[in-house]
């Protein structure tokens, strides 16, 4: 399963450094992977990962690959936490909605 996230039309996108920090404040370990195929968040202690977007240090788009071995809602509940109060929203079939 999938979670796609995105800063909204008209924002201004954040850094890596605000996004890392920002995981951080809800009690998750993230650590920045560059890879010649993109570049990822990855969560200690978790199998869920984020593939993010990222030019010149700055993200307006991020996918939450959720874990299938990970309990209901760990650590989805926090990492929508965190992407909100960035500012950024959710997108789904319906379109955009907000994450916090």
């Known amino acids: ?3 796609v996230l995105k800063v909204p039309d008209f924002s201004p996108p954040s850094t890596l450094a605000e996004i890392l920090a920002a995981l951080r404040k809800e009690d998750l370990d993230p ?3 560059a890879k010649s195929w993109g570049d990822w968040i990855i969560l200690e202690c978790y199998s869920t990962v984020i593939s993010i ?3 010149h240090g700055l993200s307006g788009s ?3 690959e959720h874990g299938e071995d990970e309990e209901e809602g760990e650590p989805i509940n926090a990492i929508l936490r965190a992407f909100g109060k960035l ?3 959710g997108l789904d079939d319906e379109g955009e909605y907000p994450l916090a």
Do not use: D, L, P
């Open 87 to 89: 500012g950024w929203h």
């Open 31 to 33: 650590r920045h992977q």
């Open 62 to 64: 991020a996918t939450i």
């Open 53 to 55: 977007e990222v030019n």
């Open 1 to 3: 399963m999938e979670t």
